[in-house]
């Protein structure tokens, strides 16, 4: 097994059919209920294009608009969820009812990180359009473009797979921590804390 399909084989899948409030909605005790995850993957798609035509253009006062929108749709999709993207309304509107049900809905959080980490390779590359950087501005745009067209083409998202593996690696140091501490207060002949 793979890499890529061990992480998405940990990735939480939440039923299709649960009942309650969307994830970005659903309060700390309820369950949240997921996301199509065709509806990324369609995002990915056209991220790909928007940075495609920005990289062919560079550099250019159209490479500027594109990476400002794209840095504009990363940020929706950081801070209100890829349920609010513009391109999440295209896919729900225009592409989802035309396909049937998904066979499983996935947790939003990973896709969320992946809009962050497009956002701050948006930034860098719009940063360096702007102050005549080009090199920098193409090869930020580059590595987005290549992040987007692995999720487009492959279904692999590499953002997702980094939010994967810090979840995995901050438990762990959490504990680890916790574990120090409780051997020091030990070792001092105090019990740990309750």
């Excluded at 061990?6 to 309060?27: I, K, S, Y």
């Excluded at 590359?125 to 745009?141: I, K, N, S």
């Amino acid at each position: 097994m793979s890499t890529s399909t061990q992480a998405r084989a940990e990735q939480p899948r939440l039923a299709a059919e649960q009942p309650g409030p969307p994830a970005d909605q659903a309060g700390p005790r309820e369950q949240p209920q997921g996301i199509d995850p065709r509806g990324p993957r369609f995002a990915a798609t056209l991220t790909t294009v928007v940075l495609a035509v920005a990289l062919f253009a560079a550099p250019s006062t159209l490479t500027v608009a594109l990476i400002a929108v794209q840095t504009v749709l990363f940020a929706i999709g950081a801070v209100a969820g890829v349920r609010r993207t513009p391109y999440a309304w295209v896919y729900q509107t225009l592409v989802r009812p035309r396909l049937g049900k998904p066979s499983h809905l996935e947790d939003p959080a990973p896709p969320r990180f992946a809009q962050t980490v497009g956002l701050g390779f948006a930034l860098l590359a719009l940063v360096g359009f702007l102050a005549g950087l080009t090199v920098l501005g193409e090869v930020a745009t580059g590595l987005a473009l290549i992040a987007a067209l692995l999720n487009a083409a492959f279904g692999f998202c590499l953002g997702c797979e980094a939010y994967l593996l810090l979840r995995r690696a901050v438990p762990r140091k959490a504990a680890d921590t916790s574990d120090q501490t409780q051997t020091t207060d030990n070792r001092a002949g105090q019990s740990p804390a309750a």
